[in-house]
């Protein structure tokens, strides 16, 4: 093995044993009944609770809040392979402990969808199908946590200067965007009113409380053009409280 190869599994098996870490700490601090929430999803995850980290991971978010940020993941993606191999193995291990079973599960994912890629999608004639999958792999993640219930997150609305990433540019113009936005918004309401066996599928929108006259998220409340700021977060955080 060359040094290069050798420096490279080094930080792969630290990152492996950083999050089983991790892990434990979450299922401690649920096993002493310290645990309220857990998100699941991309960055946004992160900022609905306290400052961005950078680095997906099992992560303390607030008082008694847990984020499994799985990095720059789309709804899209979720539909078509389902959840990490990793999430579904330990979801088992999850449904043991009875404080992370009963906590309230959120999920937030949709967002880097509407920047990077819905707005020519749907501009091509394509549509919204895969929300509905998206919901029914919730779901089905939801069974095998034993949680009775859990929250789709309504993607945060588009920006009009959205953040443009080197690796994930942005796609079509802010009208095209906020129309793509409200095609996911609708399929999410409706995938989460179909009828299905328990666990029960709820919904945080929080487009209204985010969104200016224009539909475009309000400039106070990010500060880089997608994910919300100290001030967005206070609104999220009023939001999931007026919620439960």
């Avoid at 434990?24 to 900022?47: F, K």
């Avoid at 306290?50 to 940020?69: A, D, F, Q, V």
């Avoid at 020519?120 to 993640?141: E, I, K, M």
């Avoid at 475009?216 to 609104?235: F, I, P, Q, S, Y």
Wanted: with cysteine; net charge positive; glycine share 8%.
């Amino acid at each position: 093995m060359s040094p290069a190869s050798f420096r490279a599994f080094v930080r792969m098996r630290r990152a492996r044993l950083r999050g089983w870490l991790a892990l434990v700490r979450l299922l401690v601090a649920a096993a002493r009944g310290q645990v309220d929430e857990i998100w699941v999803g991309d960055s946004h995850s992160v900022t609905f609770n306290t400052e961005h980290s950078p680095l997906p991971g099992i992560l303390r978010t607030g008082e008694r809040r847990w984020t499994w940020h799985l990095g720059p993941r789309v709804m899209y993606s979720i539909a078509r392979d389902d959840f990490p191999p990793t999430l579904l193995r330990v979801a088992r291990l999850i449904a043991r402990v009875r404080g992370a079973r009963e906590a309230e599960w959120y999920f937030s994912f949709g967002e880097i969808d509407i920047r990077c890629h819905l707005a020519p999608r749907l501009a091509d004639g394509g549509d919204v199908a895969f929300v509905a999958t998206y919901a029914d792999r919730v779901h089905g993640l939801l069974g095998r946590l034993g949680a009775g219930h859990g929250t789709l997150v309504v993607p945060v609305p588009p920006c009009l200067d959205s953040y443009d990433h080197a690796a994930f540019p942005v796609a079509g113009t802010p009208d095209e965007r906020l129309a793509a936005h409200r095609s996911v918004r609708s399929a999410l309401v409706v995938a989460v009113g179909a009828e299905r066996a328990r666990p029960q599928l709820r919904l945080l929108d929080l487009t209204d409380a985010l969104a200016g006259p224009d539909g475009l998220m309000r400039d106070e409340l990010t500060d880089d053009g997608c994910h919300t700021n100290a001030a967005g977060r206070d609104v999220v955080r009023r939001a999931v409280a007026a919620l439960a």
